[in-house]
Every structure is written in C-alpha cells, then in structure tokens.
Nanobody, 120 residues
Framework: QVHLAESGGGSVQAGKSLELSCTAS????????MGWYRQPPGKSRELVAT??????THYADSVKGRSTISRDGGNTVNLRLDNLKPEDSGTYLC???????????????WGPGTLVTIAS
C-alpha cells in the first residue's frame, strides 16, 4: 500500500503565496513522477505541475511563471504558488507515479486532496 499525505491547504488572500507539501510512504521502489493537480468547484481535474525523477518540471500555462515545484530528494514534493488568484481555488491533489519493485510496472496513486480557497 502507498499513502500520500498532503498539507498546506486553506484560505489565502489573493496576491499572497501558498505552499503545499505531499509525502509518499509505503511500498515504493522508485518514484518516476510526482505532481499536483487541482479540481476547481464544478470543473474537471487539471494539471498544475509535475516533477520527474531526473528533475524535469512541467507547469500548466495558468501557473507558469508564478509557481515552483520541487522535491526534497526523498519522497516529498512541494508546490509553491505566488500571486494567488481567485481562479486558483479548488481541491489540490497530489499524484504519484512509482514502481513497487525494480522490475515492476508503473503504478499511480492519488492523494485525498486538500482544499485551497483564494479570497479576493
């Protein structure tokens, strides 16, 4: 079993910054990709940012230039969002692509989500 523990959500004023963290634990041999997605109220889930094992990052156009995704070298991924906008509101979900053993196929895991509300 793999578990993702998210933290850092809450209510924040527009224009401020927010940091989210996600730590993976359990039967993980290697992490291929960690990332954050979000689901605004009444809308579909969308990519926010991902970071691959080699350090390559990818950002959604909506957050590019005001967000930073990073890993701590272990099983934790952090997301910093600056200059927050009301449209950044939503449930933020951590996402993991990993292997359980050296030769196993890739598995995916979602976190339970953490609610972020940006007040204008």
């Amino acid at each position: 079993q793999v578990h993702l523990a998210e933290s850092g959500g809450g209510s924040v004023q527009a224009g401020k910054s927010l940091e989210l963290s996600c730590t993976a634990s359990g039967s993980i041999s290697s992490i291929n990709v960690m990332g954050w997605y979000r689901q605004p109220p009444g809308k579909s889930r969308e990519l926010v940012a991902t970071i691959a094992r080699g350090g390559d990052t990818h950002y959604a156009d909506s957050v590019k230039g005001r967000s930073t995704i990073s890993r701590d070298g272990g099983n934790t991924v952090n997301l910093r969002l600056d200059n927050l906008k009301p449209e950044d509101s939503g449930t933020y979900l951590c996402h993991l692509k990993y292997t359980r053993t050296r030769y196993s196929p890739e598995w995916t895991q979602w976190g339970p989500g953490t609610l972020v509300t940006i007040a204008s």
